[in-house]
């Protein structure tokens, strides 16, 4: 490995942090043993998990004055083989490694090595480079219209008006499936109407095929009024949405495309 310069604290300090998080972080045992792996002494395994984690860090960079130590250390943290049934820690780590790690030139790849990369100056540069949002979406197999129609704000971790764009982008398919130039509830009503129905997800041969083309109707309507139409009349500050809140909602218009591609004309 090449000679890598010592991190700064404030750097290593947010790396550790990530390492050691409280609800995602590797336990205490797990970075005794890693810094024992590592040959990095561990001067202060009383200390709370990142404070140990750092002490022992900043203690190596000090006396070798190299940051190899910590890149190896990480790499023996990120190894793919540990997270076999732990999927999801795996990528929050990774991510959330991606983001401080770009401060100093470096990002965590699939296979959890550190390879060096173009330094970020900026949060928005870090998160967009991260891209968490649309890597947990890509788990899901999320259906490819949503990022026909909300690229940027999934890139910029913009949740808001990434479910925004995405519900926007569900009505104007519609639309141009079916010809109409209405909205909301009006355009699904229309648009999937059992007795005069412009679309049809299915036959509508039988009362459960009318069923289910009246319910898909329905969330249509629920999806709008409960989600598009709020965001889209308040200001950002004042309607809050989560990370998870966002992955459900795209989840829920991406089965709704997924209908859409069985849809016929009638």
Partial sequence: MAHIQPFNAQNLEAICKVLADTDNGLTGT?????????KVKDTDPSATKWKRLFNAMANTQNECN???????????????????REKEKFEWRKTELNIVLSFSGFEVREDGKVIGSKKETTLKGARKRAGALRSKLEDR???????????????????????LEAIKGLAQRIRDMSGLTLDGAELFNTAFSVKNPIL?????????????????SNMLIGLFGAIRNPIAHVP???????????????????????????????
């Fill in 200 to 216: 049809g997800i299915n036959e509508l041969n039988s009362e459960t095929d009318k069923s289910e083309q009246k319910g898909f």
């Fill in 141 to 163: 197999n999320a259906h490819i219209e949503i990022y026909n129609f909300c690229k940027a704000e999934l890139l910029a971790e913009n949740y808001f008006h990434a479910v």
């Fill in 66 to 84: 190299i940051g190899n130590f910590l890149i190896m250390f990480i790499n023996r943290a990120m190894n793919p083989v540990n997270y076999a």
């Fill in 30 to 38: 797990q970075i005794g043993y890693i810094l024992q792996d590592c």
């Fill in 236 to 266: 950002k500050a004042y309607w809050s949405l989560s990370e998870q809140d966002a992955l459900d909602i795209l989840s829920t218009i991406s089965f709704a495309h997924r209908k859409l591609d069985i849809t016929k004309k009638c």
